[in-house]
């Protein structure tokens, strides 16, 4: 008998801030994971831009409005894969107790958006190669199949 193995629609991790543990659940949803995907995109898009910037910037002020805009890019991504709950008990773990503003929990936060954009990429994937493998059986199958040419002899 086969067995098909699938994942859970919620995807489970763990964020280790110090002595805090923070438990995230990624909604890996059919009708969710195509929109994250999208969205993780399009912000690791601005990620990057933005990361370039920061590595040519040395004014603080500069840099700290590079921090704003890179929260402001990753936030709502990690906010719609996790939800609101999660995103704030990150914040408040950052600050040992103390909720603090998303730009201040970047160096985490990265972390975490590229965390649950490897998860919706990871689902994806093993959706194509479910495919990919579905499809390649029934290639197998009627390379098997025998010709009608041959059938007529």
Do not use: W
Request: net charge neutral; hydrophobic share 40%.
């Amino acid at each position: 008998m086969k067995t098909l193995k699938v994942k859970k629609s919620f995807e489970r991790f763990e964020v280790e801030i110090g002595d805090e543990t923070v438990t995230c659940s990624i909604d890996c949803t059919d009708t969710n994971v195509n929109t994250i995907a999208a969205k993780c995109i399009a912000a690791r898009d601005k990620a990057l831009a933005l990361d370039s910037i920061k590595a040519k910037t040395a004014n603080r002020k500069n840099l700290d409005q590079l921090s704003v805009k890179m929260a402001n890019v990753i936030g709502p991504v990690i906010r719609d894969a996790i939800g609101e709950k999660s995103y704030d008990a990150i914040l408040t773990a950052c600050g040992d107790g103390v909720r603090l503003k998303p730009e201040q929990c970047n160096l985490v936060m990265v972390q975490v958006f590229a965390t649950v954009c490897q998860a919706i990429f990871d689902r994806l994937n093993d959706v194509k190669q479910s495919k990919a493998a579905h499809y390649l059986q029934d290639v197998v199958a009627d390379a098997q199949k025998p010709d009608d040419a041959e059938q007529g002899r």
